[in-house]
Every structure is written in C-alpha cells, then in structure tokens.
C-alpha cells in the first residue's frame, strides 16, 4: 500500500496524520508526503521512512494526488490530506478491503470536526456531506479523495487523464464508464481535524468549481452549453439542497449546521461561482 498524504496550502495536522499512520506502517507500506512547501528541519530524523514531494506554488490538492499517484509504488494507493487523523486500523481496513473486493476505489466515512470552529464545520458539511447517506458497505457512484484508496493497476490506465491533477469526479466516471465498480465501507474511518480557513476555502472552491464546471460541459453541444449557463443561477440552491437532504440523514448534526449556515452559504456560493466560469470556459471540443 501507498499512502499519499497532500499537506496543502500549509503543514498543519501534517505531524499529528503522520504520527497516526506510523505505528500502522509496515515494510509493505510507502508513505508519501506531497507539498509546495519544503520539508521541516527535523522532519528526516523524526519520519525517516516517508518521502517528500515538492510540488509548485500553485499546486492544488488534485495536483499534490496526482504527483504522489506518480511516485507511488504499491499495489493499492490510499489518499488523504494532512488536516485528518485516520483511525489506528485504517491501513488494516484498506488492505483487507481491497483483498476481498475488486473495486477500483473503495473509501469510508470522514467523523466530523468536534469541537471544531463554524469554519471546520462548514468545510465539513460542504466537502464531506455526501457520506451521510451512506451506513453499510455498498456500491457508489462517487468517492470522497480524502479517504479514499485505489488499485494502482486503474490508475496507471488512466495516467493520462490523472497527470494533470486526481480530480476524483472524472476519475470515478472514466472507470464506471469502463463497468468496473467504486464501494463505500463504514470501517474505514478518518477524522478531520481542521480546514483550511474561510477565504482560502472559498479560492479553493472557486478554483475546484471551474474545473468541475470544464469537465461538465466539455464535448457537449452549444445548446447543453447554453442551457447550463442560463440555469447557473439555480446552482447555490441545488447544492443546498443537496446538503439538506444528506443532514436528514444525520440529524444529530443540525446544530453544528445551524451555526456554521452563514459561513456554508459562502462556501457555496463561491463554488457556484466557479462552475459559472466552467461552463463559460468550457471547451466544445470532447
């Protein structure tokens, strides 16, 4: 197994993830460390064992994925970033998952950020929602990156699509195009421990919005075109109700979402502002 951990846009939680996985690492495991940043001074005689990437300035979180998908080397490739803590039986999970399934991707739920600020909390319920849904194992559609694991095999079929960044929606439709299966297990746990604070989030999601807005129209005609562009208004709302639904799921969790609503609807509407610009950009050409 490869773990590829991208601490972006700092290394904050970068240790305490880092601490969690190493009494689970073996000599079957390979632990990456991706960033635009330069190692600590210690960082060699404290994690001896985990290779360091250095990405550019501008790298997003696809991107630091992409280059440690690169490097790795096992049969199974697990990511995460540094702002969580998987759970001590994480690397178990992934190994005895993915022995027992032939899934492309399998990946588990994220616990929330408790005692978290409304900023944690909004992050969590924007990015990570959509495993509320989900309370056994069971096929997918879709797969969140953060704690997510791969057949190395599927991703070097696909080096091409992936080398310029892991965008884990484009991904997931290339291999489900091809028949082959994403499952969701509940044991395979991670938590978050922090984000990345309200106006990097919303450069992030308005960053990561136009590029899901591309992928969405590329090789659709002018008219799809169009009318996605005509009916972009209607995005901040799809998307939270989207998010309404999958609390329904998850009611202890109203309060936390209650508070954290201001700071969400931000989030939101940074993304939708994002796809808008996809959908303009968007080359016709498939």
């Known amino acids: 197994i490869s773990v590829v951990v991208a601490a972006w846009p700092d290394l904050l939680g970068l240790m305490t993830c880092l601490g969690s996985l190493r009494p689970q690492a073996d000599t079957q495991v390979q632990i990456l460390v991706v960033s635009s940043m330069p190692p600590p001074a210690d960082f060699s005689s404290d994690f001896a064992t985990v290779r360091w990437l250095v990405a550019p300035q501008t790298a997003l979180i696809p991107h630091l994925w992409s280059m440690g998908m690169a490097a790795a080397t096992g049969e199974v490739v697990a990511i995460t970033t540094a702002h969580f803590t998987p759970a001590p039986d994480w690397i178990a999970q992934i190994r005895a998952a993915h022995r027992r399934l032939d899934s492309v991707g399998i990946a588990g739920p994220i616990d929330p950020p408790r ?107 002018p008219l799809y075109r169009a009318a996605g562009i005509l009916l972009s208004p209607l995005i901040p709302i799809v998307l939270l109700a989207k998010i309404l639904w999958r609390l329904s799921h998850r009611p202890a969790y109203v309060l936390p979402f209650l508070a954290s609503l201001p700071v969400l609807l931000l989030f939101i509407c940074s993304w939708a502002g994002g796809e808008f610009r996809g959908y303009l950009a968007a080359s016709p050409e498939s």
């Open 115 to 221: 005692g978290g600020s409304l900023g944690d909390w909004a992050t969590y319920f924007m990015r990570y929602s959509s495993a509320f849904v989900f309370s056994r194992e069971q096929a997918v559609d879709d797969l969140i990156g953060d704690n997510a694991s791969y057949k190395r095999v599927s991703l070097r079929a696909h080096a091409d699509a992936i080398h310029a960044g892991f965008w884990e929606p484009e991904f997931h439709r290339l291999v489900l195009a091809e028949g082959k299966h994403l499952t969701f297990i509940p044991t395979m746990r991670i938590t978050q421990r922090h984000s990345f604070g309200i106006l990097r989030f919303c450069s992030q999601r308005m960053r990561h919005g136009r590029q899901y807005g591309r992928d969405r129209m590329r090789g659709k005609s």
